[in-house]
């Protein structure tokens, strides 16, 4: 069974920092991409960022040279580091998988975590 549990969320003041870690657990063949979505009240959950088992990246415009994403493939975890951190940023934040597979011959499928609360005060 293939579960994702984030952790790191928490209160910050605006400027600041934090980092969020998420690992994979189960048995685990292989991940395509994993990535970071979030969700403020009132608003459609958006892509973070994005980080291919290849290592390429991608980030929504409003986090780009403020966060950075990365990945441990051995160990199935992927963090996100966020830096100058503003008020806008603050939402549930969630890890996701794609392209899963417990086994070779086994289908793809995505798996999402259950969500890490990040709220930056002004």
């Known amino acids: 069974q293939v579960q994702l549990v984030e952790s790191g969320g928490g209160l910050v003041q605006a400027g600041g920092s934090l980092r969020l870690s998420c690992i994979v657990s189960?048995?685990?063949?292989?991940?395509?991409?994993m990535g970071w979505y979030r969700q403020a009240p009132g608003k459609q959950r958006e892509l973070v960022a994005r980080?291919?088992?290849?290592?390429?990246?991608n980030y929504a415009e409003s986090v780009k040279g403020r966060f950075t994403i990365s990945r441990d493939n051995a160990k199935n975890m992927v963090y996100l580091q966020m830096s100058s951190l503003k008020p806008e940023d603050t939402a549930v934040y969630y890890c996701?998988?794609?392209?899963?597979?417990?086994?070779?011959?086994?289908?793809?499928?995505?798996?999402w975590g259950q969500g890490t609360q990040v709220t930056v005060s002004s």
């Open positions: 996701t998988a794609a392209g899963v597979r417990t086994d070779v011959i086994d289908p793809r499928r995505d798996y």
């Open positions: 189960g048995s685990i063949f292989s991940i395509n991409a």
């Open positions: 980080i291919t088992s290849g290592g390429s990246r």
